[in-house]
T-cell receptor, first 112, second 118 residues
Framework: EDQVTQSPEALRLQEGESSSLNCSYT??????LFWYRQDPGKGPEFLFT???AGEEKEKERLKATLTKKESFLHITAPKPEDSATYLC?????????????FGKGTLLTVNP | GAVVSQHPSRVICKSGTSVKIECRSL??????MFWYRQFPKQSLMLMAT?????????EQGVEKDKFLINHASLTLSTLTVTSAHPEDSSFYIC??????????????FGPGTRLTVL
């Protein structure tokens, strides 16, 4: 069974204070690791897909990296508008029909 | 691109009534659509997966007779909560996967529907 553990559960940063969120996973045959952002009362917004160890993707202040056991979401010089819950999910070869297994998320708060 | 809409965004109903939620992919054809529910401060729980023209595949513990899913076209899926009870109150979110082009594997989510059963 695929498993995803995200840490920390919550993170408070000052504006401009860079940090990283962690996503550790156990999966039989990774077909994709996904990062989403979710604002309160809204559906998740797609950020990145990573497929293989060593892969990196960037978007504005966010950079996602992947190893064989974990992924990091690096946030550089965050702004208050980056405050949200960040979700990590995996799709493994053992899962049917492109099923994603989600972690519980990291609630990021960026104070001005 | 990759926009998914849901309707309604909020619904309040009486116990025992049925509620239908629509999920549409606006700018792509969705090979597969997914229905999730999310409790406060919890992550997303997959309820069922549906492919256009096929019966939905339900996750263990999800009652298929209570949560009816129809995926009649490549752009529309519906979730009907039958004989709703207060414990069915939750945030229901759909997602869609195109299965083609550069977004072969990604799921794009709708904005969610807040269901409150009185």
């Amino acid at each position: 069974e695929d498993q995803v553990t995200q840490s920390p559960e919550a993170l408070r940063l000052q504006e401009g204070e860079s940090s990283s969120l962690n996503c550790s996973y156990t999966v039989s045959g990774l077909r994709g690791l996904f990062w989403y952002r979710q604002d309160p009362g809204k559906g998740p917004e797609f950020l990145f897909t990573l497929y293989s160890a060593g892969e990196e993707k960037e978007k504005e202040r966010l950079k996602a990296t992947l190893t064989k056991k974990e992924s990091f979401l690096h946030i550089t010089a965050p702004k208050p508008e980056d405050s949200a819950t960040y979700l990590c999910a995996v799709h493994g070869s053992g899962g049917s029909n492109y099923k994603l297994t989600f972690g519980k998320g990291t609630l990021l708060t960026v104070n001005p | 691109g990759a926009v998914v809409s849901q309707h309604p965004s909020r619904v309040i109903c009486k116990s025992g009534t049925s509620v239908k939620i629509e999920c549409r992919s606006l700018d792509f054809q969705a090979t597969t659509m997914f229905w999730y529910r999310q409790f406060p401060k919890q992550s997303l729980m997959l309820m069922a997966t549906s492919n256009e023209g096929s019966k939905a595949t339900y996750e263990q513990g999800v009652e298929k007779d209570k949560f009816l899913i129809n995926h009649a076209s490549l752009t529309l899926s519906t979730l009907t909560v039958t004989s709703a009870h207060p414990e069915d109150s939750s945030f229901y979110i759909c997602s869609a996967r195109s299965g083609s082009g550069g977004t072969y594997n990604e799921q794009f989510f709708g904005p969610g529907t807040r269901l409150t059963v009185l």
